[in-house]
C-alpha cells in the first residue's frame, strides 16, 4: 500500500525481455534504500514492483506480462525518468490517498497550458473508469495522489503546483503522453459493495442505470 507522495524521482538503467516477460533496473536516485530488504515493494509510476535485487543505488524487479499489457510500461526505455514512493509503514504520514499500486488503465495527456505559477493538464481517461473520477475527488496518475479539478464525460484536469512540478515527472508531460491511472480505492469497492448479492453472478461487471432503479437510487 502506497500514498501517492512521490519519494524520488529515479531513472531506468536497463529494461530487459526475459521469459515472455521483462526484467527492469531502476536506478532510485536520492530514496533512501537503507531500511529496503528483498522483496520489499516499490512503486514506479504508479506500479507496485517487488525487488529482487539491491545492488546498492537501485533495485531489480520483474515486471509481469500482466504489467506489461496493462500498463504504461511498455513505453518506458533506458533513460526514462519514473516516480518512486516505497510501501508505507504503520508510522507513515497519509498525505496522499491509499493506492494500492494496481494501475487500473492507461490514460493521454489531451493539453498541457499555464495557470500563474502552476501547470494545468487535462487528460483522457478510459470509459470505463470515467464513473470512478469525481471533481475534488483523489486521482493516481503516474503513482501521483492528485485532485481531480474539472471533468467532462472520460476527460479530466489536473493544476498542478510547481512543488509537485518539481518533484515528478509531471513536468515532462506533454500532449500524447501515456500515463497510469490508479482511480480511487473506495470507490472500486463501493461500487463492488453495492451490487450486493449480484456480485456472485457470472459477469456481474458493475453498477448499471436499470440496476440504480430497481432499487430505489434513480427515480
Known amino acids: 500500500m502506497?500514498?501517492?507522495?512521490?519519494?524520488?524521482?529515479?531513472?531506468?538503467?536497463?529494461l530487459t525481455?526475459?521469459?515472455?516477460?521483462?526484467?527492469?533496473?531502476?536506478?532510485?536516485g536520492k530514496l533512501d534504500l537503507s531500511d529496503v530488504k528483498l522483496g520489499d515493494s516499490i512503486?514506479?509510476?504508479?506500479?507496485?514492483?517487488?525487488?529482487?535485487?539491491?545492488?546498492?543505488?537501485?533495485?531489480?524487479a520483474d515486471v509481469s506480462r500482466e504489467t506489461?499489457?496493462?500498463t504504461a510500461f511498455i513505453d518506458l526505455k533506458a533513460g526514462s525518468r519514473v516516480n518512486l514512493e516505497k510501501a508505507l509503514t504503520p508510522t507513515s504520514r497519509l498525505g496522499g490517498h491509499l493506492v494500492s499500486g494496481h494501475v487500473d488503465g492507461v490514460g493521454e495527456v489531451l493539453s498541457r497550458e499555464d495557470n500563474a505559477r502552476a501547470v494545468q493538464f487535462r487528460i483522457h481517461a478510459p470509459r470505463e473508469l470515467a464513473r470512478y473520477i469525481a471533481l475534488k475527488g483523489s486521482i493516481t496518475v503516474d503513482g501521483t495522489s492528485l485532485t481531480v479539478n474539472g471533468v467532462n464525460g472520460a476527460e479530466f484536469e489536473l493544476t498542478i503546483v510547481p512543488h509537485t512540478l518539481g518533484e515528478t515527472i509531471m513536468a515532462d508531460y506533454r500532449p500524447g503522453r501515456q500515463v497510469n491511472l490508479e482511480v480511487d480505492l473506495?470507490?472500486?469497492?463501493?461500487?463492488?459493495l453495492m451490487l450486493g448479492d449480484k456480485a456472485a453472478e457470472p459477469d456481474a461487471s458493475g453498477l448499471t442505470a436499470s440496476f440504480l432503479a430497481e432499487h430505489g437510487y434513480l427515480k
Do not use: M, Q, S
Open 2 to 14: 502506497f500514498t501517492g507522495i512521490i519519494e524520488a524521482i529515479g531513472t531506468i538503467r536497463a
Open 17 to 28: 525481455p526475459k521469459g515472455g516477460d521483462a526484467r527492469v533496473y531502476v536506478h532510485t
Open 43 to 60: 512503486a514506479v509510476n504508479g506500479i507496485c514492483l517487488t525487488a529482487v535485487e539491491l545492488p546498492g543505488d537501485g533495485f531489480w
Open 68 to 70: 506489461l499489457a496493462r
Open 186 to 192: 473506495l470507490a472500486r469497492y463501493l461500487e463492488r
